[in-house]
């Protein structure tokens, strides 16, 4: 049976944390950047590239595995809100919820919004047999971190990566189409060949961290 316990960092750490915080005196200039933010997803890959995104902006992280049921949707955006809002209220907690698909325009947006399945069912290799033909090999990642609060309150932000379909798998790092996909800013190596530092450079998802990170910071302070 799956547990909502974070997988990293456990509730003591998190209680402590807390706990210190309401001792400081709470004035703009001493009060700590960093929060805890808590991750709901059940790859550890996307937990990792999470943590080293917020580790800049000194925010602690912590994997929640939450079952949540996914929407099926045309829109990530609407994924990503509908298992924020779950989680949300499963837990108690404020949680962020990551979506991410892939789309090739020469397929018409496929896989898109159904890109886990798609790779679950056919994988990178059923990508390139589709395509084997095609000479437009143009694609992009999108992806939508949703924040979601118990009360309700929403935010998303959104990440992407240009790039190209590769004709062969290459690389062994990365998860789910990071072999077949090459960024265009990625000195032609796929999402698979770099370390999950180098393709934070240039990943879809890292930005889309990143955006929530600087609000989270932003909103952080505001409140006190």
Request: glycine share 6%; with cysteine.
């Amino acid at each position: 049976m799956k547990s909502n316990k974070p997988l990293y960092g456990n509730n003591n750490l998190i209680r402590t944390l807390f706990k210190r915080e309401r001792r400081l005196k709470l004035t703009k200039s001493s009060f700590p950047r960093g929060k805890v933010a808590f991750f709901v997803t059940s790859n550890v890959h996307k937990f990792m590239e999470a943590r080293l995104v917020f580790a800049e902006y000194k925010i602690a992280a912590a994997l929640l595995r939450v079952p949540v049921q996914e929407l099926q949707d045309d829109n990530i955006e609407n994924i990503a809100k509908a298992s924020a809002r779950e989680a949300a209220e499963k837990t108690r907690l404020p949680v962020i919820v990551e979506d991410t698909g892939l789309f090739i325009p020469a397929l018409d947006g496929f896989p898109g919004p159904y890109s886990n399945y798609v790779y679950r069912t056919i994988g990178t290799k059923g990508i390139l047999k589709i395509m084997r033909d095609s000479s437009q090999r143009k694609a992009y990642f999108r992806s939508i971190v949703a924040y979601c609060d118990p009360k309700g309150a929403l935010e998303c932000f959104e990440g992407k990566a240009e790039g190209k379909i590769t004709r062969k798998e290459r690389g062994s790092s990365g998860f789910g189409f990071d072999p077949i996909f090459e960024p265009l800013s990625g000195n032609g190596k796929t999402f698979a060949e770099m370390a999950t530092k180098e393709k934070n450079e240039h990943a879809h998802r890292a930005k889309a961290f990143k955006k929530f990170a600087e609000w989270y910071v932003s909103a952080f302070r505001r409140r006190f």
